[in-house]
């Protein structure tokens, strides 16, 4: 077993339990059959930066959850394959959220903002506390419901409207109140097979 399959069981088994097991169940976890051999594995990884020594116990760092990339990935002809694929690495924590402080997540529901690559079910990154502008995708309450959809100024009306990302919906005016949450900063979507 490579020093990267030791990486991928151990992401494995901390997926399944958010934990590590004792370093005598960590062989088993590891594939190896002895003590020494584990030791020798987790301080590979310790020099490697993936996991670190916390009181006496081992715990998994930021790299430990950051994945390969393998690329850029052409859309439309096919590429020859990059020779640096895997090089780096990227969480998607670090990727998706800039201020930990001020992010939520929000789950999407609906096709009105489609055009706007916004699918029904896509979870959303929203920063809370961020400074608006003429065109930004947010979550909002506007009469006491929660919406996402772009805002833009109401000239005709006055103050601002929010508009749909779909020709099949109506722009949208508050009658008493409207709110911004947050502007949404990210997209990801999980495909179920």
Same mark, same amino acid.
């Given at each position: 077993?490579?020093?990267?399959?030791?990486?991928?069981?151990?992401?494995?088994?901390?997926?399944?339990?958010?934990?590590?097991?004792?370093?005598?169940?960590?062989?088993?976890?590891?594939?190896?059959?002895?003590?020494?051999?584990?030791?020798?594995?987790?301080?590979?990884?310790?020099?490697?930066?993936?996991?670190?020594?916390?009181?006496?116990?081992?715990?998994?760092?930021?790299?430990?959850?950051?994945?390969?990339?393998?690329?850029?990935?052409?859309?439309?002809?096919?590429?020859?394959?990059?020779?640096?694929?895997?090089?780096?690495?990227?969480?998607?924590?670090?990727?998706?959220?800039?201020?930990?402080?001020?992010?939520?997540?929000?789950?999407?529901?609906?096709?009105?903002?489609?055009?706007?690559?916004?699918?029904? +079910?896509?979870?959303?990154? !929203?920063? =809370?506390? $961020?400074?608006?502008? &003429?065109?930004?995708? #947010? %979550?909002?309450? /506007?009469?006491?419901?929660?919406?996402?959809?772009?805002?833009?100024?109401?000239?005709?009306?006055?103050?601002?409207?929010?508009?749909?990302? +779909?020709?099949?919906?109506? !722009?949208? =005016?508050? $009658?008493?109140?409207? &709110?911004?949450?947050? #502007? %949404?900063?990210? /997209?990801?979507?999980?495909?179920?097979?």
């Amino acid at each position: 077993m490579t020093p990267d399959k030791h990486l991928d069981s151990l992401r494995t088994h901390w997926k399944a339990n958010k934990s590590f097991p004792s370093m005598a169940k960590l062989a088993d976890v590891l594939g190896l059959a002895s003590s020494g051999g584990v030791f020798k594995v987790l301080g590979r990884l310790v020099d490697q930066g993936y996991l670190e020594r916390v009181d006496g116990r081992i715990a998994p760092t930021k790299k430990f959850f950051a994945l390969p990339v393998l690329g850029t990935v052409r859309a439309g002809l096919p590429q020859p394959e990059s020779q640096d694929a895997g090089n780096e690495l990227v969480g998607v924590e670090d990727f998706l959220v800039r201020h930990p402080d001020r992010t939520v997540f929000c789950r999407a529901k609906g096709d009105s903002m489609r055009d706007a690559g916004i699918l029904n +079910n896509d979870m959303l990154v !929203v920063e =809370r506390n $961020t400074p608006t502008k &003429e065109g930004d995708i #947010v %979550v909002a309450v /506007v009469d006491n419901e929660l919406t996402v959809k772009r805002l833009f100024s109401d000239v005709k009306h006055g103050g601002w409207q929010l508009q749909p990302a +779909n020709p099949d919906f109506t !722009v949208i =005016r508050a $009658t008493s109140s409207l &709110e911004v949450l947050g #502007v %949404v900063v990210g /997209v990801f979507r999980r495909f179920d097979r």
